[in-house]
C-alpha cells in the first residue's frame, strides 16, 4: 500500500519561503512523474510544477522563477522550494506520483499553505 506523506506547510508573511516535503512509502515500481498541485478555497485544482523521471521539470507560469522542484530518488521524495511567496499563492498543496505501469497516481493528503499580506 502507497501513502504519500506531505509536510512543510503553514503560514508565511508575502515574500517569504516555504520548502514542502512529500515522501513516498511502500513500493512504487517505476515513478512516470512526481507533481505538485494546488486548491485554493472555491477554486479548481490546479497544477503547478512536475519533475519526471530523468530530471526534467516544468512549472505553471503563475510559479515560474518562484517555486522549485526537485527529487530525491533513493528515498521516493519530492520537494517544493516556494520563494517570494504571494497572497494569491494560498492554498492546500497537493503532491502526486505516477507509477508508470501499470498507470496509477498516487495523491497525498494535502498540505495548507498561507500567506498573509
Known amino acids: 500500500q502507497v501513502q504519500l506523506v506531505e509536510s512543510g506547510g503553514g503560514l508565511v508573511q508575502a515574500g517569504g519561503s516555504l520548502r514542502l516535503s512529500c515522501a513516498a512509502s511502500g513500493r512504487i515500481r517505476s515513478i512516470s512523474f512526481m507533481a505538485w498541485h494546488r486548491q485554493a478555497p472555491g477554486y479548481q485544482r490546479e497544477w503547478i510544477a512536475t519533475?519526471?523521471?530523468?530530471?526534467?521539470?516544468s512549472y505553471a507560469d503563475s510559479v515560474k522563477g518562484r517555486f522549485t522542484i526537485s527529487r530525491d530518488n533513493a528515498n521516493n521524495t519530492v520537494y517544493l522550494q516556494m520563494n517570494s511567496l504571494k497572497p494569491e499563492d494560498t492554498a492546500v498543496y497537493f503532491c502526486?506520483?505516477?507509477?508508470?505501469?501499470?498507470?496509477?497516481?498516487?495523491w497525498g493528503q494535502g498540505t495548507q499553505v498561507t500567506v498573509s499580506s
Open positions: 519533475i519526471i523521471s530523468g530530471g526534467t521539470t
Open positions: 502526486n506520483i505516477r507509477n508508470s505501469w501499470p498507470v496509477v497516481d498516487y
